[in-house]
């Protein structure tokens, strides 16, 4: 839990204007943390255990609020709307959770299921046509959207549009997230870490973070980069060259910390002591007569990439040492 609480204070310090994706829908706000004793009534109510990272979350860290997507769900509660509504009420998404969670891998209907979608003929009667549809939206609801197909999870999130998050809590694979794309008919599929097991609750939120934190820190980057070299690129006569620095730059920034670590030089020192020594000189200095034409920049460019991807290999095999 410390992990979690250290990383989302660093997230909410990075991103000040919560430009990360519906970071506006919880502000990096946490709920106050649930009673043990709430925890535990609801546990008697739907006769299931919840698993212990997400146990531990809801009551020492907070019972929803700040995390991925739209945020976490108070215990209890699930979107409806715009807003949010109890179990009971609303969709009525849940299932029973005292049944085991009945999905082992990722889950779908058949394509011989999606074939049989109606597809009405132009000129078909309005009246045929509603019953076509409602034939089949009734269908959606007993055999895709069905509770008994997540018998044993919790809903814990949505990610807009009806796609959701789910928690099981009771089965073999209690404790494990899933991503809910029904909506999209993208079917129920478990959420990875990058070795194949199935991702917990920790796992889940972690990841949520951490990626938001590199999101955000390259947007820092970037902004830094950009500030460093406007004077630089500023001073240039032509701005035609000064927008053709200026892309180079952009579409090279990505790999920096790449080059950094492959020279041995702090990420947080690239601007200064690499770019100033060998790449904005090449940039700059590279030909005073601009390409007019877009696959001549892209030639110029490409010409400029292979330089620096050379310079990295021997970079690599001379050892970490300054550009020259």
Same mark, same amino acid.
């Given at each position: &839990?410390?992990?979690?609480?250290?990383?989302?204070?660093?997230?909410?310090?990075?991103?000040?204007?919560?430009?990360?994706?519906?970071?506006?829908?919880?502000?990096? !706000?946490?709920?106050?943390? *649930?009673?043990?004793?709430?925890?535990?009534?609801?546990?008697?109510?739907?006769?299931?255990?919840?698993?212990?990272? /997400?146990?531990?979350? +809801?009551?020492?860290?907070?019972?929803?609020?700040?995390?991925?997507?739209?945020?976490?769900? %108070?215990?209890?509660?699930?979107?409806?709307?715009?807003?949010?509504?109890?179990?009971?009420?609303?969709?009525?998404?849940?299932?029973?959770?005292?049944?085991?969670?009945?999905?082992?891998?990722?889950?779908?209907? %058949?394509?011989?299921?999606?074939? #049989? =979608?109606?597809?009405?003929? =132009?000129?078909?009667?309005?009246?045929?046509?509603?019953?076509?549809?409602?034939?089949?939206?009734?269908?959606?609801?007993?055999?895709?959207?069905?509770?008994?197909?997540?018998?044993?999870?919790?809903? +814990?999130?949505?990610?807009?549009?009806?796609?959701?998050?789910?928690?099981?809590?009771?089965?073999?694979?209690?404790?494990?997230?899933?991503?809910?794309?029904?909506?999209d008919n993208g079917g129920i599929h478990p959420f990875l870490n990058a070795d194949g097991t199935f991702m917990g609750f920790n796992d889940w939120y972690l990841d949520w973070l951490r990626k938001n934190i590199a999101q955000v820190t390259a947007?820092?980057?970037?902004?830094?980069?950009?500030?460093? /070299?406007?004077?630089?690129?500023?001073?240039?006569?032509?701005?035609?060259?000064?927008?053709?620095?200026?892309?180079?730059? #952009?579409?090279?920034?990505?790999?920096?910390?790449?080059?950094?670590?492959?020279?041995?030089?702090?990420?947080?020192?690239?601007?200064?002591?690499?770019?100033?020594?060998?790449?904005?000189?090449?940039?700059?200095?590279?030909?005073?007569?601009?390409?007019?034409?877009?696959?001549? &920049?892209? !030639?110029?460019? *490409?010409?400029?990439?292979?330089?620096?991807?050379?310079?990295?290999?021997?970079?690599?095999?001379?050892? %970490?040492? &300054?550009?020259?």
């Amino acid at each position: &839990m410390n992990d979690i609480l250290s990383q989302l204070r660093t997230l909410t310090r990075l991103d000040l204007d919560c430009a990360c994706f519906a970071a506006k829908s919880h502000w990096y !706000d946490l709920n106050p943390p *649930l009673a043990e004793e709430e925890v535990a009534r609801m546990e008697a109510k739907h006769q299931c255990r919840f698993p212990s990272e /997400y146990r531990r979350f +809801i009551t020492e860290i907070g019972n929803g609020g700040a995390g991925p997507s739209y945020g976490v769900f %108070p215990l209890g509660q699930h979107d409806h709307g715009h807003d949010l509504s109890r179990w009971e009420d609303g969709y009525g998404l849940v299932g029973d959770l005292s049944k085991p969670f009945p999905l082992t891998n990722a889950w779908n209907l %058949p394509d011989t299921f999606w074939q #049989q =979608e109606p597809d009405p003929p =132009e000129g078909t009667p309005v009246d045929e046509e509603d019953q076509l549809w409602e034939a089949w939206n009734a269908r959606l609801e007993s055999e895709y959207y069905a509770t008994h197909l997540t018998d044993g999870a919790i809903p +814990i999130c949505h990610e807009g549009c009806a796609l959701r998050n789910w928690l099981v809590v009771t089965g073999p694979l209690a404790g494990t997230v899933w991503r809910d794309l029904r909506a999209d008919n993208g079917g129920i599929h478990p959420f990875l870490n990058a070795d194949g097991t199935f991702m917990g609750f920790n796992d889940w939120y972690l990841d949520w973070l951490r990626k938001n934190i590199a999101q955000v820190t390259a947007s820092h980057a970037q902004s830094r980069f950009a500030q460093a /070299y406007t004077a630089r690129l500023e001073s240039l006569s032509d701005k035609k060259q000064m927008a053709f620095a200026a892309f180079c730059a #952009q579409a090279i920034q990505p790999n920096l910390a790449a080059y950094a670590k492959a020279i041995g030089v702090e990420e947080a020192r690239i601007p200064q002591d690499i770019l100033d020594h060998w790449l904005w000189r090449r940039l700059l200095e590279r030909r005073a007569d601009f390409p007019r034409e877009c696959h001549e &920049m892209v !030639d110029d460019f *490409l010409d400029l990439w292979h330089d620096l991807r050379r310079h990295l290999q021997s970079q690599k095999k001379r050892g %970490p040492t &300054m550009p020259p």
